[in-house]
């Protein structure tokens, strides 16, 4: 077993780094660890602890891109299938198959028929589902089933009109902090320096590149500044806190997630419903408990809106009595109000909804090179995301990139089977 790494923050002054990641969520571990493993050279601070801002805030679930099948979005499924077995493959400690079940009623673009063709569709682009995982952690395909023998199999449907209902195979993290924090010491496996309680303060430029970044120690209260080649900006909703003073803020509407635990049990499978309002909710078994999610405010709202309002959560709660009426849920069985400001997308009908695209932004544009803004909300394709290194790294990595091996992500990643750290 590895020793654990330690906190040095006086070593990130020690040389110029390839690139200096701010932000410790899943999106700039995954970027410091996929960087680190190319053989660059990288520092990570964040401001607490890491993955303590959305990447602790969200359903649970790592799922397999079903939906996008439904708008023939064959490269964003192939993605998410990918993903979901990689992390299967390389942390089935963190991960476990759970059933997930959706109720239908007759409708040419939802019902029955859009489902079953949408799973024989399914069995096709996901055909190596399955390849390389242990017997525990294989996925059957997906089907539909019949109105009363859902009833029968799944008490929670209790109240819900339906004519038949999906099932299929997702997973449901098991540990999700580990998980994320098993990046964090992969990376410094890989030989990245990391450091949290540490507050990026500033950008440092010159003549409209960026080097660097002055920062400080919240913990000693000294203050240090790091060279860098390349900063990844990965503040999630803070993105544009360094970029203000430059004129390069990027325009990303933003709005609160939340998600609800319960001291209600945990139901059989993951039962999906539509409240009145078109929302799609799901209640997840996890630890034991009903996990429901996710809802999201109808309106943006500035990047510190942390706290919980409380007409918003009744408002919630009121929408999961709607699609789930057997639970009859109240205030008093919360127990947990997970909640983050993630990226927002502006429909058409003006209505605001999550962002599941990944965003990358280059300043160039706003006359400020040498570092890129990243945002995103979907913990699955976190990692894939990190590929993108190569194209925000001009100069640094060269024609014979080599992309680290699965093999070592497993060895980085767990030790005999269980976490670390």
């Known amino acids: 077993m590895r020793a654990p790494f330690k906190r040095d923050v006086q070593a990130l ?32 601070v964040e401001r607490n602890d890491f993955g303590s801002g959305t990447s602790f805030n969200h359903l649970r679930t790592i799922h397999g891109g079903l939906r996008y099948l439904q708008t023939l979005d064959i490269a964003r499924a192939r993605e998410s299938i990918r993903e979901r077995r990689t992390l299967a493959h390389i942390a089935p400690w963190a991960v476990r198959p759970v059933r997930f079940v959706l109720p239908l009623r007759w409708s040419l673009t939802r019902g029955p028929l859009a489902m079953r063709a949408g799973f024989l569709l399914d069995a096709l682009v996901a055909r190596d589902r399955n390849e390389g995982l242990a017997a525990t952690h294989r996925l059957p395909a997906g089907r ?20 038949a209902a999906a ?56 203050r240090v500044r790091i060279e860098a080649r390349t900063v990844v900006n990965a503040t999630g909703a803070a993105v544009n806190r360094l970029l203000h003073r430059y004129d390069a803020d990027v325009s990303v509407p933003l709005l609160q997630a939340m998600n609800l635990v319960t001291t209600r049990p945990a139901p059989a499978a993951a039962i999906g419903g ?37 007409d918003a959560l009744a408002a919630f709660i009121a929408e999961l009595n709607q699609a789930f009426p057997a ?48 945002a995103g909300t979907k913990y699955t394709t976190a990692r894939a995301f990190a590929d993108f290194a190569e194209s925000v790294t001009p100069g640094i990595l060269g024609a014979d990139r080599v992309r680290a091996t699965e093999s070592a992500l497993v060895g980085a990643l767990t030790s005999g089977g269980e976490p670390r750290g």
């Open 13 to 44: 002054a020690s040389h110029t780094f390839d690139v200096l990641v701010i932000g410790g969520g899943i999106y700039g571990l995954t970027t410091a660890c996929d960087a680190a493993q190319r053989g660059l050279s990288v520092a990570l």
């Open 144 to 163: 539909v089933i019949g109105a009363d023998a859902a009833r029968r199999s799944y008490p929670e449907l209790e109240g819900v009109h339906l004519t």
């Open 167 to 222: 099932v299929w195979y997702d997973y449901v993290t098991t540990d999700a902090d580990r998980l994320t924090l098993s990046w964090a010491l992969a990376a410094a496996d890989a030989g990245a320096t990391l450091a949290n309680y540490v507050d990026a303060e500033e950008l440092t430029v010159s003549e409209g590149r960026v080097t660097g970044a002055i920062v400080a120690d919240r913990q000693s209260h000294n």
């Open 274 to 310: 539509r409240s009145t309002s078109g929302r799609n909710l799901f209640v997840v078994p996890w630890q034991g408990r009903a996990l429901f999610g996710t809802w999201e405010s109808a309106s943006t709202c500035p990047p510190d809106a942390l706290g919980v309002d409380p």
């Open 327 to 374: 639970f009859r849920l109240t205030r008093d069985d919360v127990s947990l109000v997970h909640r983050g400001v993630v990226p927002a997308r502006v429909g058409s009908d003006g209505n605001l909804s999550l962002d599941g695209r990944e965003l990358v932004f280059e300043h160039r544009l706003e006359g400020l090179t040498g570092v890129v803004s990243v």
